[in-house]
């Protein structure tokens, strides 16, 4: 099995595929996303316990070191008008206009990142190399046109693409002190997991109304050499100048979190974007405050961070679902080290796949622990309560649903004018999922919140490692459009060596299906599974360019858009757990064909990289 900590959703790889599924979520570029595993994935419950609820209920009374009004804003500075604010007006979508020589687009389009790059051999051991270089470009916004400037793709994993690549603009990485209205970037998202395009601006509007510093964001209408690539987020950079609007002067260090944490095996992989060599003491200070006693615990993160806004911070993660932020899948976060009050600040970042609800009885809409340091107070009887103050101080003070989906509308009709063709029926079925769980989420809480755990059930697990590597060869026989099928061990066959398998638990018969998703018409999709001789299943997940299924076609399996697929092992109580990345091999098409009905021959020998137990 893949070590890794609970719940942690690698975005790029593909949704856990049941005997009986017919389908799994997928991005709006057609590319899977995973979907949580359930029940015994759960790593095991710690054995560290904190008490009964009345001993809970007589320390918090006890305590008052720590109190939390979310009602009124932390104490950061209150950004000034600016003549930016122009390009981040809500109620409009500025035109960015990019040209840029067809070769060097190609280029910049087609680089990217891949799952084993990130959790491969290195295992996460510092930041990920970023794979991205700059280009010369000329920009325009909304008419102010300013010529060699930088432009590079941007992305971590779940948001690249070869088609809609995010975009940054640096003006000045080739002129000196080149600006546009005071600012020296841009950050164009793409959205790729939000066919709405509307969760990140949203997301950001309730973490500021909560009185901490996140990013301006609005909406950008975006063409490349004349052609329109349609809707993107137009986010404010965090960077030098992001921070001046906040905190005071001199600034202090600026670390970005991708698979971070504050436990040994995660620090390292914090990457620092502001400041000098030796700044991360601020960071292992932090781990070390989680170490202590619980009866040291609150003071001692009360010496290094803002525990006020982190709480805060935390409960708006768990509000807006970010499920991909720092306390669900420990990505997408910054942390600052003000140094006017020697505070470690979190700032929320990527947060385009929120407002949906995952919630369900292993994982609670209104508590996600998952992080070293939510799990930490969590466990902690005052700590608990306090979280769940903040929460309700933000549901009572920030979560006004009619005003949320009124916004909602408002620019719905804002931006319809620029999504591209053959999106609209996603967008309109992504916002009315956005509204329903406005609606849904206060009830939803309110009814949970006396049944919560006293203890997060999982403890903070080992950072992901794909550290080893096994093997697939052999041939998979099915029939196009069985997608739909219930039971694959009627549509299809296998002849496959898979290592490492199980020598007490091998395969007793292999079934498989293929077909197409509504969802992502540009992509095939080919799953084949074992059921073991001793329980339980392997599911193999794999997809393809619908153009590449044609016969006597190989395909070059690389994790992204060319293709690549993903392994998970399901008990015999139906549970899962990611167990490997099928990449680095060759799929080859003996006889295939993309009508209902047509055979698929398709023979595959391909590494498959996990870490096996």
């Given at each position: 099995m893949i070590r890794s900590p609970h719940n942690l959703v690698v975005n790029t790889v593909a949704c856990l595929m049941l005997v009986v599924a017919a389908g799994c979520g997928t991005d709006t570029d057609g590319s899977p996303v995973a979907s949580d595993v359930s029940g015994d994935a759960i790593d095991d419950v710690s054995d560290d316990t904190t008490g009964s609820e009345e001993v809970a209920a007589d320390d918090a009374s006890d305590d008052t070191r720590l109190s939390v009004d979310t009602t009124e804003p932390p104490a950061f500075l209150t950004p000034p008008a600016s003549p930016s604010d122009a390009l981040f007006a809500s109620d409009r979508v500025i035109d960015v206009a990019i040209t840029v020589a067809a070769e060097d687009w190609d280029t910049l389009r087609q680089q990217t990142r891949t799952l084993v790059d990130v959790i491969g051999p290195g295992c996460l051991d510092g930041p990920v190399d970023s794979p991205f270089t700059w280009f010369s470009a000329e920009v325009s916004v909304d008419g102010q046109i300013r010529s060699n400037v930088g432009l590079r793709k941007k992305g971590f994993i779940g948001s690249l693409s070869t088609t809609r690549p995010s975009l940054k603009i640096k003006f000045d990485e080739y002129v000196d002190d080149a600006e546009l209205l005071g600012l020296d970037r841009l950050?164009?998202?793409?959205?790729?997991?939000?066919?709405?395009?509307m969760n990140t601006?949203?997301?950001?509007?309730?973490?500021?109304a909560a009185g901490m510093p996140a990013p301006r964001c609005n909406f950008a209408h975006v063409t490349v050499n004349g052609q329109s690539l349609g809707l993107y987020a137009n986010v404010e950079t965090v960077k030098k100048r992001f921070l001046r609007r906040h905190f005071p002067e001199p600034l202090g260090p600026l670390w970005e979190g991708q698979l971070s944490d504050f436990t040994d095996g995660w620090l390292a992989t914090f990457d620092r974007k502001i400041g000098s060599e030796g700044a991360e003491d601020v960071l292992f200070r932090l781990q070390s405050a989680l170490?202590?006693?619980?009866?040291?615990?609150?003071?001692?993160?009360?010496?290094?961070?803002?525990?006020?806004?982190?709480?805060?911070?935390?409960?708006?993660?768990?509000?807006?679902?970010?499920?991909?932020?720092y306390n669900g899948n420990r990505n997408n976060f910054y942390v600052y080290h003000d140094t006017s009050r020697d505070k470690l600040v979190f700032m929320p970042w990527g947060a385009d796949a929120t407002f949906e609800d995952r919630g369900g009885p292993?994982?609670?809409?209104?508590?996600?622990?998952?992080?070293?340091?939510?799990?930490?107070?969590?466990?902690?009887?005052?700590?608990?309560?306090?979280?769940?103050?903040?929460?309700?101080a933000l549901m009572a003070g920030v979560w006004d649903e009619d005003a949320l989906i009124a916004k909602v509308d408002q620019w719905d009709v804002l931006t319809a004018g620029v999504r591209l063709p053959g999106t609209f029926d996603a967008a309109a079925e992504s916002l009315q999922r956005i509204r329903e769980f406005i609606s849904a989420q206060r009830p939803t809480i309110d009814s949970e919140l006396a049944g919560l755990p006293v203890e997060w059930p999982a403890t903070p697990g080992e950072r992901p490692c794909f550290d080893d590597e096994g093997s697939i060869e052999g041939t998979v026989t099915t029939t196009w459009a069985t997608?739909?099928?219930?039971?694959?061990?009627?549509?299809?066959?296998?002849?496959?060596?898979?290592?490492?398998?199980?020598?007490?638990?091998?395969?007793?018969r292999w079934g498989a299906k293929a077909g197409v998703l509504p969802e992502e018409p540009t992509n095939g999709r080919i799953q084949f599974a074992a059921q073991l001789t001793a329980g339980g299943f392997l599911f193999f997940d794999m997809t393809i360019p619908l153009a590449s299924i044609v016969t006597g076609t190989t395909v070059m399996l690389d994790s992204g858009e060319s293709g690549g697929g993903v392994v998970f092992y399901v008990s015999p109580q139906q549970d899962g757990r990611l167990f490997g990345v099928v990449t680095d091999g060759t799929v080859t098409f003996e006889q295939a064909g993309t009508n209902a009905g047509d055979p698929i021959?398709?023979?595959?020998?391909?590494?498959?990289?996990?870490?096996?137990?």
């Open positions: 950050t164009l998202n793409n959205g790729r997991q939000d066919p709405s395009r601006c949203l997301a950001y509007d309730i973490y500021r170490e202590a006693s619980d009866a040291d615990l609150l003071g001692a993160l009360e010496a290094v961070i803002d525990v006020d806004h982190f709480l805060s911070f935390w409960a708006a993660e768990v509000l807006i679902a970010h499920w991909d932020g292993a994982s609670p809409n209104s508590v996600v622990a998952n992080s070293a340091l939510a799990y930490r107070l969590y466990s902690h009887p005052v700590g608990r309560a306090l979280y769940l103050e903040a929460l309700q997608i739909f099928e219930e039971n694959l061990f009627l549509t299809g066959d296998a002849e496959l060596t898979f290592d490492p398998t199980d020598p007490n638990n091998p395969p007793l021959v398709m023979s595959i020998e391909s590494p498959v990289y996990g870490a096996w137990e």
